[in-house]
T-cell receptor, first 115, second 112 residues
Framework: SQKIEQNSEALNIQEGKTATLTCNYT??????LQWYRQDPGRGPVFLLL?????KEKRKERLKVTFDTTLKQSLFHITASQPADSATYLC??????????????FGQGTTLQVKP | DAGITQSPRHKVTETGTPVTLRCHQT?????MYWYRQDPGHGLRLIHY???????DKGEVSDGYSVSRSKTEDFLLTLESATSSQTSVYFC???????????FGPGTRLTVT
């Protein structure tokens, strides 16, 4: 069955450095993949979507890549700030679910940016 | 926040009692979703709706039912709550023609 894996260990980095988070998927090929941010006690907030025919997508300090050969998406935050500290979730649609929006979420990686 | 509210925000109930959670949106979005979030499992889809009276099951639908009698409200019902349904429940909407989802603030449900 399809599986989405994110590094469950927290990522601790120094302010100003680049944070890189990994999302791996297995057993299928999603047409797109989304990244969300979640702060404690709040709902996830959409950040970026990347399609299977796009290698890279950028938004301000955020960059997402999508490698369909490796079955992996990388999420980068450049010049990280303490305010970037949160849990980041990757979410592709389930197999055959691109149009219904039935997303499969990874467990998320918690990022802690230290001043 | 795409005009999404959830009620109640917190609820404690006893095993075996029925519980209904409400998701309300103000912008006439067609697509609405119910998720639960648990440590170690992440967010999992329970049910979704693609229009009034049109609903379908998600990954973890057992023990849950939904109803959507009008566009703005999507109700999630636990007919007989169990302790395994203790969780944080999130509602989400999706804009027509787009893929990203916008989430409500969540309901924390504890079943004792």
């Amino acid at each position: 069955s399809q599986k989405i894996e994110q590094n469950s260990e927290a990522l601790n980095i120094q302010e100003g450095k680049t944070a890189t988070l990994t999302c791996n998927y297995t057993n299928y090929s999603p047409a797109y993949l989304q990244w969300y941010r979640q702060d404690p006690g709040r709902g996830p907030v959409f950040l970026l979507l990347i399609r299977e025919n796009e290698k890279e997508k950028r938004k301000e300090r955020l960059k997402v890549t999508f490698d369909t050969t490796l079955k992996q998406s990388l999420f980068h935050i450049t010049a990280s700030q303490p305010a970037d500290s949160a849990t980041y979730l990757c979410a592709p649609p389930g197999e055959g679910s691109s149009n219904t929006g039935k997303l499969i979420f990874g467990q998320g990686t918690t990022l802690q940016v230290k001043p | 926040d795409a005009g999404i509210t959830q009620s109640p925000r917190h609820k404690v109930t006893e095993t075996g009692t029925p519980v209904t959670l409400r998701c309300h949106q103000t912008e006439n979005h067609r697509y609405m979703y119910w998720y639960r979030q648990d440590p170690g499992h992440g967010l999992r889809l329970i049910h979704y709706s693609y229009g009034v009276k049109d609903t379908d099951k998600g990954e973890v639908s057992d023990g849950y039912s939904v109803s959507r009698s009008k566009t703005e409200d999507f109700l999630l019902t636990l007919e007989s709550a169990t302790s395994s349904q203790t969780s944080v429940y999130f509602c989400a909407i999706r804009f027509e023609g787009r893929y990203e989802q916008y989430f409500g603030p969540g309901t924390r449900l504890t079943v004792t």
